[in-house]
T-cell receptor, first 115, second 110 residues
Framework: GAGVSQSPSNKVTEKGKDVELRCDPI?????LYWYRQSLGQGLEFLIY????????KSGLPSDRFSAERTGGSVSTLTIQRTQQEDSAVYLC?????????????FGPGTRLLVL | DAKTTQPTSMDCAEGRAANLPCNHS???????VYWYRQIHSQGPQYIIH???NNETNEMASLIITEDRKSSTLILPHATLRDTAVYYC???????????FGTGTSLTVIP
């Protein structure tokens, strides 16, 4: 079956530009997470969506970062006025809250390079 | 902040068991122990999770101490494809945040 997909797979942008990263979760999964992983580092939590509840935005590093989830499915992470330190792999994960195995399934990530 | 402590790196001979330790001395009663791994340039992959009983699946076994302050992930017959970073995470079952930490970089040696 289809897993979590992310697009684009790679993105190169210039400092100061805005970028949008997309995540298509597994169908029916109510929870969706965004993480950031800098080179050689662990995953850094950014934001969490759960159903129709207000998202947990506590991991967003600055107000240049925002995310939305439309219709409880597709999510978009937007970075405004990108900086070189935003260069990282951005990972999305979704989770089902039905059944015993409530685990996160990750997408392949979007590799963002800010020049 | 990560609630777990893991060694930075480990080596294991191909075909031997790989035993990856994790300390989580501040684990709460409702928190599970999860293990994920991340092969180079891929998203993390779920391996196994448990609350207090030992667990086994087709990928690995999870041994949790009686006091739940530490656990060990066991890959019974390591292969070269098991070379990856292994993350131990503690979280409630429907936790809204997973703290991945920096994990253990396992290298399986031919």
């Amino acid at each position: 079956g289809a897993g979590v997909s992310q697009s684009p797979s790679n993105k190169v942008t210039e400092k100061g530009k805005d970028v949008e990263l997309r995540c298509d979760p597994i169908s029916g999964h109510t929870a969706l997470y965004w993480y950031r992983q800098s080179l050689g580092q662990g995953l850094e939590f950014l934001i969490y969506f759960q159903g129709n509840s207000a998202p947990d935005k506590s991991g967003l590093p600055s107000d240049r970062f925002s995310a939305e989830r439309t219709g409880g499915s597709v999510s978009t992470l937007t970075i405004q006025r990108t900086q070189q330190e935003d260069s990282a792999v951005y990972l999305c994960a979704s989770r089902s809250d039905r059944g015993r195995l409530k685990t996160q399934y990750f997408g392949p990530g979007t590799r963002l390079l800010v020049l | 902040d990560a609630k777990t402590t893991q060694p930075t790196s480990m080596d294991c001979a191909e075909g031997r068991a790989a035993n990856l330790p994790c300390n989580h001395s501040t684990i709460s009663g409702n928190e599970y122990v999860y293990w994920y791994r991340q092969i180079h340039s891929q998203g993390p992959q779920y391996i196994i999770h448990g609350l207090k009983n030992n667990e086994t699946n087709e990928m690995a076994s999870l041994i949790i101490t009686e006091d739940r302050k530490s656990s060990t992930l066991i890959l019974p017959h390591a292969t070269l494809r098991d070379t990856a970073v292994y993350y131990c995470i503690v979280s409630p079952l429907t936790g809204n945040q997973f703290y991945f930490g920096t994990g253990t970089s396992l290298t399986v040696i031919p």
